[in-house]
């Protein structure tokens, strides 16, 4: 049996990205791979450059040089900084998701809980079946409330009324309603409680692997990196100083660097 | 009128809301910017209303002012005496006669025919202004027909009432393109724009937006598959002419909860009720 062509090629492949801000070389000649499914953790110190990798990646910073090319569904690859505007705003919102580490950022605070999980579905260029059909869009909220472990009796309430831990899973449900294969991820576990934290990631991880998701988690908590990832890329100064399995980057780190950064773990 | 020129506005200031006009036509349901004049009554008024009529009107119209549907209120009166006034124009109170119509919160009942012009007064012309608070973003809504949003707005609308409750104002797709604010004409007349044999130009003053829709135009109302838009009307008939199907003003008539229902349009009310004399 051949291998299918979408599960052998990367979904996202970057090359030689390089952004400078200022006088600073936010990334310095980046490349990264990620294929089909697949958890890719990038961690670093802050002001490593990992937001601007994950801002480049997603084509909301533009790269001095470099390219992200993108594998569409039909296996098209396009170039992601080049893409028309509304081509981009389309993926963003389709096939592609973003999860905040605010997640007042994404969410709409005065939408009720099933209105925000619903307005990808009733965005235009969302080509599925319902899209103006307001039973189904509510059907699909409270399957999505459910999928997110949030009580779908409070579809109607508003996300201000929501406590920090329902609010990142609210996020992630108006996220993956549209079942988008790839994901960024900003820092989705910062600023919540320990254990509002383990509850999340287990969540993630089990939604990712059921829905074979692939996913740039960026963090610089070597925790998170450990339970969801399964390949690490760690920057520092806006280079990639190391890349490889997570468990093989961080059992066996090769670099000073990310000696430094797994040492610095603290244990309970 | 001595001292002013033909219809008050200056012959440049015309050229420019043509050029608006002209731009609004060609795109319609797009808001076109102008440069909105000083004119002499407040922002609120009819500003933006008066400017396109000025533009339009030639010595052969007449002119037609209507406020809340009335022919006789203190607005359509001292619009109506001052294009009057300014160009000389004939005026008129009769919805077939007119070959302009300068309206606020109304489409007249009597159906429309080709060659008259329908000019809506518009408060605000930016049908996303309460959802977006960004001017920018919201055009860029607009520049990619991105309408979610509306949408949205209509979801929370259903999900906490059971039914859309704008009753005007009432968020239209012209042309299966843009998205536009009706200006505050009811609900109800929103089907007259749909395929309307008649021109409607809407002009904001202080939002300084002129946009239109052409004869034979498809305008649709937002609403969902499951959820279609239905008109409101009151469930009763005019208690002076007896109309079933027009659109009803309550007019409360003393303190002891007394109150009639009648026509909002005064001229389709007194057409009816000339007819019913006649029979």
């Not at chain 1, 790269?63 to 090319?69: A, N």
């Amino acid at each position: 049996m051949s291998p299918d062509p979408l599960l052998s090629a990367p979904l996202l492949s970057a090359r030689g990205l390089s952004v400078r801000l200022g006088r600073v070389a936010a990334l310095d000649g980046v490349d990264v791979d990620l294929w089909p499914g697949e958890v890719l953790a990038v961690v670093g110190e802050s002001g490593s450059g990992k937001t601007t990798l994950l801002n480049t990646l997603f084509g909301t910073q533009c790269p001095d040089r470099g390219v992200v090319r993108y594998r569409d569904p039909d296996g098209r690859v396009h170039d992601v900084h080049r893409m028309s505007r509304p081509m981009l705003r389309t993926l963003h919102r389709s096939d592609w998701g973003f999860v905040y580490q605010e997640p007042r950022q994404a969410l709409r605070m005065a939408v009720s809980a099933g209105g925000n999980v619903g307005e990808r579905l009733m965005a235009p260029g969302i080509n599925s079946a319902g899209a103006r059909h307001y039973g189904r869009i509510r059907e699909a909220a409270i399957a999505w409330l459910r999928e997110v472990e949030i009580d779908p009796t409070r579809i109607d309430d508003l996300p201000r009324t929501f406590s920090g831990g329902m609010l990142q899973r609210l996020q992630i449900a108006r996220t993956l309603v549209t079942h988008p294969r790839l994901v960024f991820m900003d820092e989705p576990t910062g600023g919540l409680d320990v254990s509002v934290q383990a509850r999340l990631l287990d969540l993630i991880r089990t939604l990712v692997a059921r829905l074979r998701i692939a996913v740039v988690l960026v963090t610089h908590d070597i925790a998170v990196a450990r339970l969801l990832a399964d390949r690490m890329l760690v920057m520092q100064a806006g280079r990639v100083v190391e890349t490889g399995l997570t468990d093989q980057v961080l059992d066996d780190p090769q670099e000073p660097y990310t000696q430094l950064l797994v040492s610095s773990v603290l244990l309970a | 009128m001595n001292g002013y020129n033909f219809a008050y506005l200056d012959e440049q200031t015309k050229r420019m809301v043509r050029r608006a006009l002209l731009k609004a036509v060609a795109v319609p349901g797009h808001q076109v910017p102008f440069g909105s004049r000083e004119m002499p009554l407040p922002y609120g008024w009819g500003t933006g209303g008066i400017q396109v009529t000025a533009s339009i009107l030639g010595p052969d119209d007449v002119l037609k002012v209507i406020d809340q549907g009335a022919d006789d209120t203190t607005n359509a009166v001292s619009i109506r005496r001052f294009f009057a006034r300014t160009a000389g124009v004939a005026t008129t109170t009769r919805t077939v006669e007119a070959s302009v119509i300068q309206s606020r919160h109304r489409i007249p009942e009597t159906a429309l025919r080709e060659g008259q012009i329908v000019v809506y007064q518009v408060p605000l012309p930016e049908p996303l202004a309460r959802l977006e608070p960004s001017r920018a973003a919201a055009r860029e809504m607009h520049a990619m027909a991105d309408y979610g949003l509306m949408h949205v707005k209509l979801y929370e609308d259903i999900a906490r009432l059971g039914h859309v409750s704008i009753s005007f104002d009432y968020p239209v797709m012209v042309n299966g393109r843009y998205l536009m604010a009706p200006s505050p004409i009811p609900a109800f007349d929103n089907p007259k724009l749909d395929m309307s044999p008649a021109l409607h130009l809407f002009g904001a003053g202080r939002e300084k937006r002129i946009y239109a829709v052409p004869p034979y135009t498809e305008v649709r109302s937002l609403a969902f598959d499951d959820h279609p838009f239905r008109l409101i009307r009151a469930p009763h008939a005019c208690a002076l002419c007896g109309a079933r199907t027009s659109y009803l003003d309550e007019i409360v008539t003393d303190d002891q909860g007394g109150r009639m229902f009648v026509c909002s349009d005064t001229d389709y009310c007194a057409e009816q009720r000339g007819k019913r004399t006649a029979a």
